[in-house]
């Protein structure tokens, strides 16, 4: 049996046990200081009860931002991160009929449909290639002449006679490929189908578009005479994406009696912009204020006090993992200003 990490002995992680031997207050004057040496600790008058040395921590930083501010009673501030997150976009199709791999390389074209930017410009094109057995020229190294010629920063590359990849050549790159028709010939028959995309292996271009930073450290300092148990300000880190699900009155579209609820839940996915104010027109995005009203309804603010400390790591650039922490809102929900000091590194 193996031993149980959170030291819970019960091993019910419905009401898990607290941690043993906790410290206890003597007088209830006990506080929490940074103290010399890069140490942390808890105090009772002049006596050091407990502390935790913070000197071994070390971060690369390639740069950062400090700023002070004062929050109004009711003032809401978004505080940014230092990168979006640039990585090696990619994408993957996959051809669905196995059966076909054998005459895949040499013997299949492909005619796809691919916006992509240029000299500051939008494209929306479509792209014709075809292998060549005869003359030595197998499917990638067709498309990749054709992306060449058409100043697309791409390279296609058939991965294991069965993935067709399409992989940016510049940090950043944004382009997509939408549409993947493939014909396949043997010697006696042509099979055409649609290659299938795989989404969760796509690497973006930019993986935050709402921003992100490597750690922060955000201060908050509450006037004299406050209660202590007012002394808090809220936050929220913005995911770039949200899904969640949404009432429909189904009385509207069918009869009522014949659904045992007048009301239904719709699953919806939608981007989310902080750089959007009011309420977006697009169906498929949220805009700040839609945002934070959907954070109000369902309780997603959290609670800081007089400090918050969070380091994460660094983020890869050839695959889809996020790593960094993203941008996040202050909020003052107090009666009475208070003033906030952060600083954000990448």
């Not at 200081?33 to 009860?49: A, D, H, K, Y």
């Amino acid at each position: 049996m193996t031993a149980d990490l959170f030291n819970n002995t019960s091993n019910d992680y419905i009401i898990p046990d607290v941690a043993p031997c906790p410290g206890e207050a003597d007088s209830g004057s006990n506080t929490f200081e940074f103290l010399p040496n890069q140490q942390v600790g808890i105090i009772s008058g002049s006596n050091i009860i407990s502390a935790m040395n913070l000197g071994d921590i070390s971060q690369l930083v390639t740069g950062w931002v400090q700023q002070t501010k004062i929050l109004e009673s009711g003032e809401l501030m978004f505080i940014q991160g230092l990168t979006k997150g640039i990585s090696y976009r990619t994408q993957y199709f996959l051809l669905a009929d196995t059966s076909l791999i054998t005459y895949s390389n040499w013997y299949m074209s492909v005619d796809l449909s691919i916006n992509y930017y240029k000299n500051f410009r939008y494209y929306q094109d479509s792209i014709y290639a075809t292998a060549d057995y005869t003359n030595g020229v197998e499917l990638d190294t067709a498309l990749n002449i054709v992306l060449d010629a058409k100043g697309i920063k791409a390279t296609a590359l058939y991965v294991d006679a069965c993935t067709l990849s399409f992989t940016g050549t510049q940090l950043g790159y944004y382009f997509n490929v939408t549409t993947v028709n493939s014909s396949v010939w043997t010697d006696v028959s042509i099979y055409g189908e649609t290659m299938i995309e795989d989404v969760s292996s796509a690497i973006p271009a930019y993986k935050y578009p709402n921003t992100a930073m490597l750690g922060y450290v955000l201060k908050v300092t509450y006037p004299s005479g406050q209660v202590a148990s007012d002394e808090w300000v809220e936050i929220n880190h913005v995911p770039d994406y949200l899904t969640y699900y949404e009432a429909v009155d189904v009385s509207v579209f069918v009869d009522p009696s014949t659904w045992d609820a007048s009301t239904y839940y719709i699953e919806q996915y939608k981007a989310v912009d902080v750089g959007l104010s009011g309420t977006a027109c697009d169906s498929t995005t949220l805009s700040a204020a839609d945002y934070l009203d959907w954070v109000e309804t369902n309780g997603q603010w959290e609670k800081v006090g007089v400090l918050r400390i969070w380091l994460s790591a660094s983020d890869p650039t050839t695959t889809n993992a996020e790593n960094l922490i993203t941008g996040f809102y202050v909020f003052n929900p107090q009666s009475f200003p208070v003033k906030i000091e952060y600083m954000t590194i990448l």
